[in-house]
């Protein structure tokens, strides 16, 4: 017998988001059904969906504009670090280790996936460099292909727009606390060729 026409809008609904198939859609489906407490789900969108917007500086999602970062006189505000998306961003501050300001690039460029040059907010970091006062931009994009594809799209168009700002890209190597014989080969080789000097000859 085939679940009532609302259950089933609700499963599809599920089966939309990323990573989401047809059994898991079910069971969380049927979880909002059984717990009272789960209902608040649909009050969080809605209100995430009509509050939530894009930081007309930094493109990082917020409920005020400019942003809570871009807005704190506080930050450092001659270095950019370029990030793909709002969560990299939140992963740099939890971790206290950036002082500076951000520029989220909405993804990585990705033909293959459908994600162009035009999608992407390189533009709007091009129009903060012409702006003036930014010494620095670091690029902090994945290490992966798309990553690596971003950093060089975000590199030509600092070089075809004639900024002159220095651009960086964030150190590689072997992560602390890993072990090397679980590492993947390309952090491997990232670490071989970043390797430092620890004694003067």
């Given at each position: 017998?085939?679940?009532?026409?609302?259950?089933?809008?609700?499963?599809?609904?599920?089966?939309?988001?990323?990573?989401?198939?047809?059994?898991?859609?079910?069971?969380?489906?049927?979880?909002?059904?059984?717990?009272?407490?789960?209902?608040?789900?649909?009050?969080?969108?809605?209100?995430?969906?009509?509050?939530?917007?894009?930081?007309?500086?930094?493109?990082?999602?917020?409920?005020?504009?400019?942003?809570?970062?871009?807005?704190?006189?506080?930050?450092?505000?001659?270095?950019?670090?370029?990030?793909?998306?709002?969560?990299?961003?939140?992963?740099?501050?939890?971790?206290?280790?950036?002082?500076?300001?951000?520029?989220?690039?909405?993804?990585?460029?990705?033909?293959?996936?459908?994600?162009?040059?035009?999608?992407?907010?390189?533009?709007?970091?091009?129009?903060?460099?012409?702006?003036?006062?930014?010494?620095?931009?670091?690029?902090?994009?994945?290490?992966?292909?798309?990553?690596?594809?971003?950093?060089?799209?975000?590199?030509?168009?600092?070089?075809?727009?004639?900024?002159?700002?220095?651009?960086?890209?964030?150190?590689?190597?072997?992560?602390?606390?890993?072990a090397i014989e679980y590492l993947h080969r390309g952090v491997l080789e990232d670490a071989l060729e970043g390797r430092r000097s620890v004694r003067r000859r």
């Amino acid at each position: 017998m085939a679940y009532p026409e609302p259950l089933e809008e609700l499963v599809r609904a599920f089966e939309r988001l990323p990573g989401i198939g047809r059994r898991t859609a079910e069971r969380l489906a049927f979880h909002l059904l059984r717990d009272p407490a789960a209902r608040a789900l649909s009050a969080a969108i809605d209100r995430a969906v009509r509050t939530t917007r894009r930081c007309r500086l930094c493109s990082n999602v917020t409920d005020e504009d400019p942003c809570a970062i871009c807005a704190d006189e506080r930050r450092d505000r001659d270095a950019i670090l370029v990030v793909e998306e709002p969560r990299d961003v939140e992963a740099v501050e939890r971790s206290g280790a950036w002082s500076g300001l951000y520029h989220v690039l909405l993804g990585s460029f990705n033909p293959a996936d459908g994600t162009e040059a035009e999608h992407l907010s390189v533009g709007g970091l091009v129009e903060r460099v012409r702006a003036g006062n930014v010494a620095e931009v670091i690029l902090g994009t994945d290490p992966d292909a798309e990553g690596e594809a971003t950093a060089l799209l975000v590199l030509e168009a600092l070089e075809r727009a004639g900024v002159d700002v220095r651009v960086t890209r964030m150190a590689r190597g072997l992560p602390a606390g890993s072990a090397i014989e679980y590492l993947h080969r390309g952090v491997l080789e990232d670490a071989l060729e970043g390797r430092r000097s620890v004694r003067r000859r």
